[in-house]
């Protein structure tokens, strides 16, 4: 996947790495449930969710699912973070373990929210 440029999130998916397609379908579909009026979108190269503006952002590895929900979602879940490797506004799932996919699914739900209620006239 190094080096090519997506245009579709459908575009991605196809060239997703065998071992890590079964979480990345998971979280595509899961995510769609707690943001039903968010529309995918390629965003610096991966998938990512947006409503009225970047929700989250999740990328495909060979070891590892990322998961980018920026700006601060990291921050207010960074107790059931601290398993996981992590970066500045990142988290590494591996696939040796358990695709935490509630958590995942209640950081964009707060992404989700917030946009909700930054956005109310």
Do not use: C, W
Not at 29 to 58: C, F
Not at 112 to 121: A, E, G, T, V
């Amino acid at each position: 996947m190094k080096g090519k440029k997506f245009s579709t999130v459908d575009d991605y998916f196809k060239e997703i790495p065998q071992v890590a397609l079964e979480r990345m379908n998971t979280i595509r579909r899961e995510l769609k449930t707690v943001a039903p009026l968010a529309s995918e979108v390629i965003s610096y190269n991966m998938p990512a969710l947006k409503y009225k503006g970047i929700l989250v952002y999740y990328a495909a590895y060979e070891k590892h699912v990322g998961f980018y929900a920026v700006p601060n979602a990291h921050e207010h879940f960074a107790k059931e973070l601290a398993g996981y490797k992590q970066g500045k506004g990142s988290v590494q799932f591996p696939h040796d373990r358990p695709l935490p996919i509630e958590l995942i699914k209640r950081m964009t739900a707060y992404r989700y929210q917030q946009q909700l209620d930054d956005n109310k006239p």
